[in-house]
């Protein structure tokens, strides 16, 4: 063939690829089938590191301390001896003290003006900005090297083999996520925000096709704006597998958008347009306009099934959604019988317990949503027994030493210069795989209830509130408590916030009922009277979605400006108390 000829049908076939490329569709299914190879291989991986996790968390610690011997941090604490002691894992708790922020405070300041080489060698990408519950803006430094492909991978893969999504057509998922680009950045130029912001916004650029909303969506900044445009570009599409969101409490407020702006989204997807409401700059309109939404046929379809159960409508409109993803354990698992009333019996699924000094435990088995296997390797675990959190230099429990039932404070020391750092999460320890353990999430450190060291744990709370509630006739929105220990004797007082309230019986005695059946003690403590009755307040509709904003708003004061992050504490002490008491509309003794 004459060399010209050659040099035609190369460029030919090279032009042919990348038109192909191009098409989201074609992309799609060779993503499609990479993911499923890959989470395959994935599973295999997590699953060998779980049979030997001891050896593999121990490895972790090691590597941890060599990569970071020659920092500020590891020279005064000696990691070089450490790692020569006959075992460094014992010589490491010997040497460390526990930590908490507040002790690394002066440090991570040094690391945001640029200080290099001071907990960690790598260089820091990003610093992580707490949610804010704790009332205090804290910064996390991460690297590049703290990463969890392997586990978020194997996650999926479970997820899929459960549904048998691995044998389905390429589908797409709706991702119910606001990435507003913050130009919040540390004094050295670093960037800082949201994890799980950061993440979805790099996986949104390089993986746009995977989601039903194009780029421009994810990022405008009102967030009821932000949420009816994942509406309208989900409904256009019919090839849709799971809806995911960071925690439950947002995906109800998506829901119940859709379900309040149902006509407008018909609408809108009957005739491609953006209804004048919407608070978008000119700029993302343009972006948005530019993407071919326009379906009239799936508009009609929205309109002929909206006299049915929500559960039945999404079903018409996207016959191939079967799973929910979200963070729904611990406290969060308040929401889901109302997230039931929009999807049904679809699988809710939570991928990890993770926060922003990295993932903790993931879930391998859909079938029991609420239990993780230690994301071992991930970094060097250990655990305080619950009943010494508050002691003044509490021993740690290796994970050989875990007791199948008890709960443990996690400890965790990782890449990015967390070194024995008290996370504040509290996990019940249900069982193992290999010599890893399965746990739940039980509690955040500090959200007991404990004016007479009775000791009422958030679980035993929310069942209790969730039960009481249901005998009262009306469903539990959410709710939190507080105390005054000034009080003779010290009480309890919950805000409460309900659907359908009932006009009989009073929900304070039922409340007081149900605490005392799910924790002994505080019976005991009732009975002897060094406990009060409890006061319930009863709040407006729509308070505790107020209360969230008032605690972004001062999170944005502080530097946070991530709404979504924002979590509703099952304690709450200043401003946000004084936030509910001003929302109350009656209250029951």
Request: charged letters at 20%.
């Amino acid at each position: 063939m004459h060399p010209k000829a050659v040099v035609s049908l190369v460029l030919v076939c090279g032009v042919s690829l990348v038109c192909v490329w191009r098409s989201d569709g074609v992309k799609l299914r060779l993503f499609t089938l990479l993911r499923n190879w890959t989470s395959a291989r994935a599973i295999k991986r997590v699953r060998k590191l779980l049979l030997n996790g001891k050896q593999v968390n121990d490895a972790a610690l090691i590597g941890i301390l060599k990569a970071n011997r020659d920092t500020i941090w590891g020279r005064r604490h000696a990691f070089l001896q450490i790692l020569t002691a006959d075992c460094p894992t014992e010589a490491y708790q010997r040497a460390m003290p526990l930590v908490e922020w507040s002790q690394l405070e002066e440090a991570i300041t040094a690391m945001t003006y640029g200080a290099p080489n001071v907990l960690c060698k790598e260089p820091v990408i990003f610093w992580a900005a707490s949610s804010g519950t704790t009332g205090r803006l804290k910064l996390i430094p991460v690297t590049k090297v703290l990463q969890a492909k392997d586990w978020f991978v194997a996650s999926s893969g479970c997820v899929h083999q459960h549904l048998s999504l691995h044998n389905s057509k390429p589908l797409k998922d709706i991702v119910v996520f606001n990435t507003t680009r913050s130009q919040t950045f540390t004094p050295s130029g670093v960037p800082l925000g949201s994890v799980s912001g950061r993440m979805v916004a790099e996986y949104v650029h390089k993986y746009g096709f995977m989601f039903t909303s194009p780029p421009a969506a994810f990022e405008v900044p009102h967030l009821p704006t932000c949420y009816y445009l994942h509406w309208l570009f989900g409904l256009s599409e019919e090839s849709v597998k799971s809806i995911g969101g960071s925690f439950a409490p947002n995906l109800l407020e998506w829901f119940q958008l859709g379900l309040s702006q149902w006509q407008d989204l018909a609408s809108d997807l009957r005739h491609g347009t953006l209804q004048g409401g919407l608070q978008l700059s000119w700029g993302h309109r343009r972006q948005l306009l530019r993407v071919a939404f326009k379906n009239t046929k799936r508009a009609q379809l929205m309109m002929d099934c909206a006299d049915l159960d929500f559960p039945e409508r999404i079903g018409k409109l996207w016959p191939h959604l079967q799973h929910i993803s979200t963070i729904a354990t611990g406290s969060f698992s308040v929401y889901i019988p109302r997230l039931r009333t929009f999807v049904g019996q679809r699988l809710i699924h939570t991928t990890a317990i993770a926060g922003s000094e990295g993932i903790v435990a993931v879930n391998l088995d859909p079938r029991q949503p609420a239990r993780f296997h230690l994301a071992v390797g991930m970094a060097y675990f250990e655990f305080i027994p619950e009943q010494h959190t508050e002691d003044p230099a509490p021993r740690t429990v290796d994970l050989p030493g875990l007791e199948v039932g008890q709960n443990y404070e996690l400890v965790l020391t990782n890449t990015s210069g967390l070194y024995r750092y008290r996370m504040g999460d509290v996990l019940k320890v249900v069982g193992r795989e290999g010599s890893t353990p399965l746990v739940e999430f039980a509690h955040r450190r500090g959200t007991t209830l404990n004016i007479a060291n009775e000791k009422t744990t958030e679980a035993q709370s929310l069942a209790a509130l969730t039960q009481a509630v249901a005998q009262w006739g009306a469903q539990l929105v959410d709710f939190t408590a507080t105390s005054d220990p000034n009080q003779i004797p010290p009480q309890y007082e919950f805000f409460v916030e309900v659907l359908e309230p009932s006009a009989s019986n009073n929900l304070a005695e039922l409340v007081e009922a149900a605490l005392r059946r799910a924790n002994p003690a505080y019976d005991g403590f009732r009975r002897n009277q060094k406990i009060g009755a409890p006061v319930v307040h009863m709040v407006g509709i729509g308070t505790f979605d107020r209360l969230r904003r008032f605690m972004a708003d001062s999170g944005r004061e502080r530097g946070n400006t991530h709404t979504q992050q924002m979590k509703v504490p099952r304690m709450v002490r200043g401003p946000q108390v004084q936030f509910l008491r001003e929302a109350v509309t009656s209250t029951m003794r």
